[in-house]
């Protein structure tokens, strides 16, 4: 079954992407070889775009805490694990206080380091990193795949704990939602929303192989439209009968956008 995530305001759009390129960060470096070593540099020096948009620190600062004063209203429900309850709240201390003791702004070693942000400079032009434009990124490429990881482990370390409080986030906001068993007839779905409390996040499930959803949304409606790829002309719409799940996710209380 294919999912697909939809975010519904700008905070959860940088959350989902600084997953995403941490992920294949993550992925590349542990391949070791040098073309993924190359790709998992690529992402991380992307990230840093993402984290100089806005103070996200202190946005998670904020996210973190709300989630621990919420959940920490649920101590003592029968009807809650209050194992797994204490866990996710010792790891949104343990997120938090890692990264409140780091004082400097997020990303900031990195930024210092004038080899990087030259390499980060020639990623922006197409072809950028060949062996006579940098010839000492190249240099740095064949040396052996342990001494890489090395360095990846060091420019990451100051990173681990934004990844660890998005990937907490959103966790839990993947967890909130209620999953629904729908239909899109002729290939599409339309639902009204209140309004009164902003979704966060969508989530689509599919087993239909041969197609996928196009998604318009924002706090007032959900419009879905199921395409069909042929891999030469633009998307088609399908105008069969379409089963499918979906979760409107959004955290308990949250009203920002």
């Known amino acids: 079954m294919s999912s697909y995530e939809f975010p519904f305001n700008e905070r959860i759009r940088t959350y989902l992407r600084l997953e995403d390129l941490f992920t294949k960060v993550l992925h590349h470096v542990e391949i070791g070889h040098e073309f993924n070593h190359h790709a998992a540099l690529v992402s991380l020096l992307q990230m840093l775009d993402l984290i100089d948009r806005a103070d996200l620190k202190v946005d998670l600062l904020q996210e973190l805490d709300r989630h621990k004063i919420q959940l920490s209203f649920l101590q003592g429900n029968p009807n809650i694990d209050q194992h797994a309850l204490s866990n996710t709240l010792a790891s949104l201390e343990r997120c938090a206080v890692a990264l409140r003791t780091d004082h400097q702004k997020l990303g900031q070693t990195l930024r210092e380091n004038d080899w990087l942000m030259s390499i980060k400079q020639r990623t922006g032009i197409p072809g950028g990193v060949c062996e006579f434009d940098l010839p000492s990124y190249h240099h740095w490429l064949y040396l052996s795949p342990d001494r890489r990881k090395a360095d990846f482990d060091n420019w990451l370390s100051r990173l681990m704990p934004m990844y660890e409080a998005i990937s907490i986030i959103l966790q839990l906001l993947r967890g909130s939602g209620q999953t629904l068993s729908l239909v899109a007839h002729h290939g599409a779905y339309q639902q009204q929303l209140s309004g009164h409390k902003p979704a966060q996040l969508l989530r689509i499930e599919i087993g239909h192989t041969e197609c996928f959803p196009e998604v318009s949304a ?28 979906m979760i409107v996710c959004n955290f308990t209380g949250a009203g920002h956008n």
């Not at 419009?223 to 799940?245: S, T, Y």
Request: net charge positive; aromatic share 14%.
């Open 218 to 245: 924002n706090k007032y409606a959900i419009n879905i439209r199921f395409q069909k790829l042929d891999f030469v002309q633009k998307p088609k719409v399908l105008e069969e009968d379409i089963p499918f799940n």
